[in-house]
């Protein structure tokens, strides 16, 4: 049998078998995820109090180096 001809049926049974992972359906906007859209303001407002924090942090050490203080 030509390699070519075998390839020809393996990608034909391979096409019926396998079904596609993506969907063409849009998600539904009128109906938020809210453990989502909760998880990710969250986390956000978690990174923004540590950033806070870390540069109060570093300001004081800063003036405490220098002698600024």
Known sequence: MPAGRLLLQTTALTKSISRNAFT?????????????????????????ALLFKQHST????????????
Do not use: H
């Open 24 to 48: 063409a359906a849009k998600p539904d906007s009128s109906r938020p995820n809210l453990l989502r859209v909760g998880l990710a303001f969250g986390s956000t407002a978690v990174l923004w």
């Open 58 to 69: 570093d300001v004081q050490e800063y003036k405490t180096r220098n002698g600024l203080e």
